[in-house]
């Protein structure tokens, strides 16, 4: 009886052991991929390397082999964790039911989101081209799908906002959304996580200035009431 009373506070013990383990591997890995981010920034892909990466981390050369192969490893899966949050978020602002205005705002503010959360790692992947294509061309693929994904999101959001008579634009939907995507890309050149603006800060900011540019004002026209014209679509 003494014994079928141990076994159960033995089995919690080692149940605590394994979790305190699990804690301690993920929340190192952590720590050598912010490291990661920062030698990355500051060096560029081609120049970090293994010893810098562990010099920022404050841990060995061999304690990095023990949690990634190489850079690229590491690299991969910075990246990949972010354009996984990304996507997921983004196809639920696809699906919502919310209007448009409020859509392509959410859909700003996913963006940012990612770029905040995995910063620096997505803008180093966007700045670095061709040298980051050259460490994994599928993950390469992958940001160049998800980009088009994002683009594609925006244009229907246009598309639907116009059809709503909510929307007037002076460019092609399919335009537009490049130029979206392409001023929160720039982002990656002066946005830095933690100064005077947030992610929600930047994304509003852009939000308010692109929507004040193409919500449809309800004007009444002289003589009949009726509203301002619906911007065409391509």
Do not use: C
């Amino acid at each position: 009886m003494g014994r079928a009373e141990r076994q159960p506070t033995l089995a919690m013990k080692r149940d605590a052991a394994q979790q305190r383990d699990l804690a301690e591997y993920g929340a190192k890995r952590e720590k050598i991929l912010k490291a990661a981010g920062t030698v990355l920034q500051r060096n560029g892909v081609a120049a970090t390397t293994i010893e810098a990466i562990a010099k920022e981390a404050g841990l060995d050369r061999a304690t990095i082999y023990y949690y990634f192969a190489d850079k690229g490893t590491i690299f991969r899966e910075a990246i990949a964790e972010g354009l996984t949050d990304m996507v997921t978020a983004l196809e639920e602002v696809a699906t919502s039911d919310d209007p448009p205005d409020v859509r392509l705002r959410n859909s700003m503010h996913v963006l940012l989101h990612a770029f905040e959360k995995h910063y620096p790692q997505l803008y180093i992947y966007l700045r670095s081209g061709e040298e980051s294509s050259m460490i994994d061309a599928h993950l390469s693929e992958e940001l160049i799908a998800s980009g088009r994904r994002y683009e594609d999101v925006v244009e229907a959001i246009v598309r639907d906002g116009i059809k709503q008579e909510v929307f007037t634009i002076s460019l092609p939907p399919k335009v537009f959304a490049k130029s979206v995507t392409g001023m929160l890309n720039w982002t990656s050149h002066w946005f830095v996580p933690g100064g005077p603006l947030s992610a929600d800060d930047v994304a509003d900011g852009m939000a308010d200035t692109i929507l004040n540019g193409v919500m449809l004002a309800r004007r009444p026209v002289a003589g009949n009431g009726s509203s301002a014209a619906a911007g065409r679509p391509a």
